[in-house]
């Protein structure tokens, strides 16, 4: 499963069965075990990255893989008591290579009502041995593809963000607010990878701080972003990260 988005957009009916289950992006503490840390941090090593773009390096899995049945092992009932009954779309090992942009996960399907997404942080690894602090940031606006031609083009997400429009110049993006509610302290801190001018409409719902045995939550619908962790000096990040579908989807 590589970062490819089809250029329809969803019924009515969908948005809305989307948008009955929207929630806050959430941090659950303590989720993964010591040992279960160290087996993710070698299995990532393994991993042959079929998707090598601008920003990151990416393999999509599912369950049916000889690895899948390990990684559901460990990972079916931890899903199910943070977000409840679904279906998993697919897993993806990432590897960072430039901070992502605020964006939303959401691809489309004909039959399937995309749900949430969660991330688990393997490894920061930077000139120290310890994890530096870096963070993914999750936004309160949202976008459902209402503004999608419903040509049935596609193409492949991992790519240059120098032609990303600011959300609030993207017709289908929702709760977007007047001016600024993010200031110029916390775009030096998380958002330096960006224009302060993309800044305008949004408004931060959840910073999430990496840390071993942690995940966070957010809809895919929701907007979000890595903080510029390459100012930081911090060299790659490493992640699992599970896609999900609503059960009745």
């Given at each position: 499963?590589?970062?490819t988005y089809v250029y329809n957009r969803y019924t009515d009916e969908q948005v809305k069965a989307m948008q009955s289950a929207d929630g806050p992006s959430q941090t659950f503490q303590e989720v993964l075990d010591e040992d279960e840390i160290k087996f993710l941090q070698t299995e990532i090593k393994k991993v042959d990255y079929p998707e090598v773009g601008k920003t990151s390096k990416y393999s999509g899995a599912?369950?049916?893989?000889?690895?899948?049945?390990?990684?559901?092992?460990?990972?079916?009932a931890k899903l199910k008591n943070i977000i409840g009954d679904h279906q998993l779309d697919f897993y993806a090992w990432q590897e960072a290579i430039k901070p992502w942009k605020a964006h939303a996960d959401l691809r489309w399907y004909k039959d399937k009502i995309p749900y949430?997404?969660?991330?688990?942080?393997?490894?920061?690894?930077?000139?120290?041995d310890s994890w530096k602090d870096t963070y993914t940031i999750a936004f309160k606006q949202r976008n459902y593809l209402e503004d999608n031609a419903n040509k049935g083009e596609a193409e492949k997400g991992n790519s240059d963000q120098s032609t990303w429009k600011r959300p609030c110049e993207r017709p289908g993006t929702h709760n977007l607010v007047n001016g600024y509610k993010i200031s110029k302290e916390q775009h030096g801190k998380y958002f330096s990878h960006m224009p302060y001018e993309f800044m305008e409409g949004l408004e931060i719902?959840?910073?999430?701080?990496?840390?071993p045995?942690?995940?966070?939550?957010?809809d895919q619908n929701a907007l979000h972003c890595a903080d510029n962790f390459?100012?930081?000096?911090?060299?790659?990040?490493l992640s699992i990260i599970f896609f999900t579908n609503q059960k009745n989807g």
């Amino acid at each position: 499963m590589q970062h490819t988005y089809v250029y329809n957009r969803y019924t009515d009916e969908q948005v809305k069965a989307m948008q009955s289950a929207d929630g806050p992006s959430q941090t659950f503490q303590e989720v993964l075990d010591e040992d279960e840390i160290k087996f993710l941090q070698t299995e990532i090593k393994k991993v042959d990255y079929p998707e090598v773009g601008k920003t990151s390096k990416y393999s999509g899995a599912s369950y049916d893989d000889p690895q899948g049945k390990i990684i559901k092992e460990i990972f079916d009932a931890k899903l199910k008591n943070i977000i409840g009954d679904h279906q998993l779309d697919f897993y993806a090992w990432q590897e960072a290579i430039k901070p992502w942009k605020a964006h939303a996960d959401l691809r489309w399907y004909k039959d399937k009502i995309p749900y949430k997404v969660i991330l688990f942080p393997i490894d920061v690894i930077s000139d120290q041995d310890s994890w530096k602090d870096t963070y993914t940031i999750a936004f309160k606006q949202r976008n459902y593809l209402e503004d999608n031609a419903n040509k049935g083009e596609a193409e492949k997400g991992n790519s240059d963000q120098s032609t990303w429009k600011r959300p609030c110049e993207r017709p289908g993006t929702h709760n977007l607010v007047n001016g600024y509610k993010i200031s110029k302290e916390q775009h030096g801190k998380y958002f330096s990878h960006m224009p302060y001018e993309f800044m305008e409409g949004l408004e931060i719902d959840n910073i999430y701080k990496w840390s071993p045995g942690s995940c966070v939550t957010w809809d895919q619908n929701a907007l979000h972003c890595a903080d510029n962790f390459v100012k930081n000096n911090i060299k790659t990040k490493l992640s699992i990260i599970f896609f999900t579908n609503q059960k009745n989807g």
